[in-house]
Structure formats: C-alpha cells, structure tokens
C-alpha cells in the first residue's frame, strides 16, 4: 500500500500567509495600485463581519482568494506565469525549516508527497517542482481566450472542505495505507483531512487546533 505525506502552504509549510506576501509584491512590480487597493478593501471589508467560527473562517479564506484572483484579471498566461516565478525565491526563503526538514524526512523514506494549498496554482506548482514534491493541488486561476477572467463564480477553490475529495480523486481509498500516512496544517479548516491521517501534525497551530491538538494527543510543531 502506498504512504502519502500531505502538507498545507499557508502557514504550514510556509511560514506565514501567501496572500498579503503575494499583494505586496504585486504593487512592488509595477502593477495595477488601483486593483491592489481594491483587493485589500474587499478583503478588510469581510474580515470585519466575520467572526471565528469554523464555517466564517473558511468562507473569509474562500473571499479573500477571490478577491486576489480579480487583481490578474485581463492579464495572459505568461504575464502571470513570469509573476510567480519571479516571486518564488523570496517565498522559498519563508518555508518553515522544520517542515521542510520533516519532507525531505518522508521523501526519504518513499513517501508519495502532496502540497495541497488554496493559494494560487502557479506559484503551488512552482515551490512543489523546486522541493521535488510529487502532487500539488492548488487554486486554478481561470482563463478565457489566454487571458484571466475571473468573477465570484468560476474559481475553483481548493479548501478545507474539498482537500480531502481531491486526494480521493487521485488515489484509490484502498490503495493508501492512511494509519501510516502525515498530514500537516496549521488550521482548524483542516480538521476533517487531519481525522483521516494516523499521523495528523498541528503546524504553529491557531487557536482551535491546538486545542484540539492538546485534547486529542496530536504532535505539534
């Protein structure tokens, strides 16, 4: 049976949030300041009427990526391609070395590796291939006519809901020996894909998961 290790980008694998990382950057590269702004306004906007619960939380995570995908609107794909890949060295120096170290670990040990990130694909897909990550899954940025077009109803967000769906569309169920299985993430949003694992790893924890960490025995980093 085959043993997968499965790690979150945000604040997990990467030591902080990509999308105030990635905002800034966008205006430091001489882009749109008039998207920019609207982006972070829409985004304090939600973050005033959300609270922590669970289902608030991640439906603030799912706006914030939409309103951060509007930014790119009307650009093409080598436009957005080079943006990432310019930014990736300045991300890989932001990883958390102890989960980076707990990778090469796994990878050593023939584990089947998965980045699995609402965060933008492009730049997901990027830090996977520099790691020698075997599976990234991350938000497709969507285009029409090679150019993005992006509205509140065609992204395809990857989430806490859906991460698990995911992997169960690319592996067999049976296939998969999950006692002997990781998972890492810093988010109670992760809770149901953490339950699957026999190994679930807590990440810097936010306030929920590591109380659920603490009660329920889990490692943390």
Request: charged residues 30%; contains cysteine; aromatic residues 10%.
């Amino acid at each position: 049976m085959k043993k997968i290790a499965v790690f979150d980008f945000d604040g997990t694998l990467f030591e902080n949030e990509s999308m105030p990382f990635i905002w800034s950057k966008y205006g430091e590269l001489g882009f749109s300041r008039f998207r920019q702004t609207a982006a972070i306004i829409k985004i304090v906007r939600d973050k005033l009427i959300t609270d922590k619960l669970l289902s608030k939380k991640q439906k603030f995570k799912d706006l914030g990526t939409i309103h951060m995908h509007k930014m790119f609107n009307g650009m093409d794909n080598e436009t957005v391609d080079k943006f990432f890949e310019d930014i990736a060295p300045e991300v890989m120096k932001g990883l958390n070395e102890n989960v980076v170290e707990e990778l090469k670990r796994l990878q050593k040990e023939n584990y089947t590796t998965l980045l699995i990130s609402g965060c933008f694909e492009p730049l997901i897909k990027v830090i996977a291939k520099n790691l020698d990550i075997d599976y990234a899954f991350a938000t497709k940025i969507p285009f029409r006519d090679g150019v993005v077009e992006v509205d509140n109803a065609n992204v395809q967000l990857v989430n806490g809901t859906n991460k698990l769906e995911i992997i169960d569309s690319e592996f067999v169920e049976d296939d998969i020996d999950w006692d002997n299985s990781y998972a890492y993430s810093d988010s109670i949003t992760d809770l149901d894909l953490l339950k699957r694992f026999g190994n679930p790893i807590a990440v810097n924890p936010d306030i929920q998961l590591m109380e659920y960490a603490q009660k329920n025995n889990i490692t943390i980093i």
